[in-house]
């Protein structure tokens, strides 16, 4: 009931409804609010003095009468009404419950200082909720209907709120009431019942009932019968349908709603209440739904306190961590610093140690040769003066020799690189990483066309989580598991080579690094018949509609994957003998034709692209590498490159290659590449600059290089002419492995993909 209380208070002072009166605009003022904020107008500025002078205006022309009352929060806090030109200014204030309203006039000044009578005026009222405006009639305010109704339910407000479950015998402190009587319509506490209303005499026959049932009586008062606004005598006994409010008898006597639609009043009495009950029918859903959400915030709340603990504590495990990981390298590089003052130490030492054996053997000689010099017997001193001559001169010839330098200086040439470190620290910051949510198929994109059936989809709309990129899977056309067809960054893939008459199944996902979506709708697609040859293209109605795709060979068992926007792609083919029937020899091999071209966001910089990122050649006369787009993992591709330029016999090289190839340096010079590097003459094999299996026949302008990779063998084979050039160049190849070239400016290059395998490998793998 409390929740109740601001619809029963009046929105100009607050206070619960005294006398309320309807407005035309259907809110509700006090009778005395009402005559507070009435507004004079001039004759000559009314509506109705318009109206008669032709203006077309109704008594709720709203649009006109708005004109009269624009107010906003911005306001000053003074308004005049612009629709009058000679309406007063007056200040406007606010009510208790925030609503703009306009005090009473102000009282007339005396007599004799009194201007010239302006001419007559009306009464003009803006309800303060919508500021709709309107100009009252000769009845002023007695045009209002009075809302009885509203009385009624303020007043059994009032009295639910004021009842006192207590004694209304008790004398002095009244006691918590035990019944009340229905036919004395009194509270009895349980020594006055006993005392004032025994059960006995005329008093037997009285129904006692508890307080709380009692006062739920108590409030249900008597039905007040409303009479006419116009007609003060007369109760309302019918309904205007057109004016929307109850009226007399003598109203419909007098003629002003003569012409109009009447109803029984009891009868519309129940439509509307019935009317009424429908509707919060659907308010009490939402109120339930709203009850719901609140707890559903609550449960929030307690759940982001619970988060918040939690993600303090990885927060601070994770700090410590890097401040243990941090310690752990001071004590290693202190353990450099102590090493390194321990060798200085000892080299230092050691010199001193070698220089103070050698000064001492320079002393002597010095005093032994001062000794000699002293003796007078000149054979004796002849016979060993040239051995001590040749002895100074060698010890004075070692001590010039670097043995008076230090070996070791007393500075450390050590220098802490914490820069790197610092500017990761200042970095260090949270990024919101979640699983991304389920992709969208844009339906309205998807369509077929000839042999290929192209999917497209994006990620819903609000979704603000990053994605790394999307994995497309494809079943079998018979109801099998599930394969990854197309996985990268791309959100359009064409598959093409579907079996005829089938039904093949297609959903999507998104990743990154927190994990992986859940899939998105399935999309079920039924080919057409082998029959059907004409050109069509047909968007997909809904999910889990049927489709008519088309191909080419009911029998290929292969699956091209052809993005169409540029970017790197991920091509990965999975399929098993018991999913797909097979014809041939060929497709025994269970190749997949891929359509890709050269990347320019992974090549060298001095590479040049044309015909479509087809074409490739460099402006540097270095060798530099570009990738393709397309990475493969599993299955059997094939590709060609034409040499559309060769100047001055320089060595192109062409193969695979991991993503994270040197690009300033000739193919095959790491061991992230496995390459054929070719001249005019011959060609060599080359991996982890390791040059293996000469090969007599080069290149020209206008040959052909044929590169085939054959991951179900593991192995990598070349040739130039359509003839395999050399034996089988690696195996073991595992992995992911993308399509590459080395060149300079002398070569230029155009790449051709989307081709069946050469006959030579085809007929040896036939045998086989």
């Known amino acids: ?360 053997q320079t002393t002597g000689l010095m005093e032994y040769c001062l000794e000699v010099i002293k003796e007078n017997d000149p054979s004796g001193f002849l016979q060993i003066s040239d051995a001590l001559i040749r002895r100074v001169h060698l010890t004075e010839d070692q001590w010039g020799k670097g043995t008076l330098t230090p070996r070791m200086t007393t500075d450390f040439d050590l220098n802490l690189d914490n820069g790197p470190l610092l500017q990761s620290i200042h970095q260090l910051d949270f990024v919101q990483m979640k699983v991304p949510a389920p992709p969208i198929l844009q339906l309205e994109e998807c369509c077929t066309h000839n042999n290929s059936a192209t999917l497209s989809w994006k990620q819903p709309p609000l979704s603000t989580v990053q994605v790394e990129g999307y994995i497309l899977e494809l079943d079998d056309g018979n109801g099998g598991q599930f394969r990854e067809v197309y996985v990268g960054k791309e959100t359009m893939c064409t598959v093409d080579g579907l079996h005829f008459n089938s039904t093949y199944s297609a959903r999507v996902k998104a990743f990154n690094k927190t994990g992986v979506s859940p899939y998105s709708k399935t999309l079920v697609l039924q080919t057409s018949e082998e029959t059907q040859s004409e050109e069509q293209t047909l968007p997909f109605p809904v999910p889990l509609e049927r489709l008519q795709l088309r191909r080419m060979s009911p029998f290929s068992s292969t699956l091209n994957l052809q993005p169409s926007f540029p970017g790197r792609s991920y091509f990965e083919l999975r399929s098993s003998a018991h999913q797909l029937s097979l014809h041939s020899s060929l497709q025994s091999l269970n190749s997949a034709v891929a359509w890709f071209s050269f990347d320019p966001a992974s090549a060298h910089a001095d590479i040049i692209f044309s015909n479509d990122n087809l074409t490739v050649t460099c402006n540097s006369y270095d060798d530099r590498v570009v990738l393709g787009k397309t990475g493969f993992s599993k299955g059997l591709h094939y590709w060609e490159l034409s040499i559309d330029r060769y100047d001055n016999h320089p060595d192109p090289a062409f193969g695979v290659a991991r993503i994270d190839v040197l690009k300033d340096a000739m193919l095959g010079k790491d061991d992230k590449a496995w390459a054929m590097y070719v001249d005019n003459n011959r060609s060599w094999f080359m991996h982890n600059n390791s040059h293996t299996n000469r090969t007599e026949g080069g290149i020209t302008k206008g040959a052909t290089v044929g590169v085939l990779l054959d991951l179900t063998r593991r192995t990598l084979t070349f040739s130039i002419n359509e003839d395999q050039q050399g034996p089988v160049a690696f195996e073991n190849l595992e992995g992911l492995f993308f399509p590459a070239v080395s060149l300079n400016r002398n070569v230029q290059v155009t790449l051709h993909t989307g081709l069946p395998v050469p006959e030579f490998y085809a007929s040896r793998s036939a045998m086989q």
């Open 1 to 360: 009931m409390e929740e109740m209380e601001e619809e029963l208070k009046c929105p100009v002072c607050g206070s619960f409804y005294r006398e309320p009166i309807i407005l035309p605009c259907s809110h509700n003022l006090c009778q005395a609010c009402a005559r507070n904020i009435l507004v004079q107008t001039p004759d000559s500025e009314s509506p109705q003095s318009r109206r008669a002078s032709g203006s077309a205006v109704s008594d709720y022309d709203y649009l006109d009468l708005d004109k009269m009352s624009l107010y906003s929060e911005a306001d000053s806090g003074y308004g005049s009404y612009g629709g009058f030109a000679s309406a007063p200014t007056t200040p406007c204030q606010k009510s208790p419950n925030g609503v703009r309203v306009f005090p009473p006039a102000a009282p007339p000044p005396p007599a004799a200082l009194a201007p010239p009578l302006p001419p007559p005026r009306n009464a003009c009222l803006t309800c303060p909720q919508c500021h709709r405006s309107l100009v009252l009639d000769e009845r002023g305010l007695r045009g209002f209907p009075r809302n009885r109704l509203l009385e009624g339910v303020i007043d059994r407000y009032q009295q639910g709120r004021a009842a006192a479950l207590r004694c209304q015998l008790c004398e002095k402190a009244p006691k918590e009431a035990a019944v009340m009587c229905e036919q004395c319509d009194v509270f009895y506490c349980e020594p006055c019942r006993l005392r004032c209303h025994p059960p006995r005499g005329p008093l037997a026959k009285h129904r006692l009932v508890p307080p709380a049932q009692g006062r739920v009586g108590r409030r249900l008062s008597p039905r007040k019968i409303s009479t006419c606004t116009d007609h003060e005598l007369e109760n309302h006994s019918m309904y205007c349908v057109q004016c929307k409010s109850p009226v007399c008898y003598q109203c419909l006597e007098e003629g002003k709603h003569s012409s109009h639609e009447v109803k029984a009043l009891g009868a519309m009495w129940k439509l509307h209440k019935s009317q009424l009950s429908q509707a919060l029918n659907g308010l009490s859903d939402r109120a339930k739904e709203a009850k719901e959400f609140l707890v559903q915030l609550r449960n929030m709340v307690q759940q982001i306190q619970e988060n918040s603990v939690e993600f303090e504590a990885c927060l601070v495990a994770q700090c410590d961590a890097l401040i243990d990981a941090l310690n752990r390298r001071k004590a290693q590089l202190l353990s450099r610093v102590n090493k390194e003052h321990e060798h200085k130490l000892k080299v230092v030492r050691d010199q001193i140690s070698h220089c103070t054996v050698k000064l001492r």
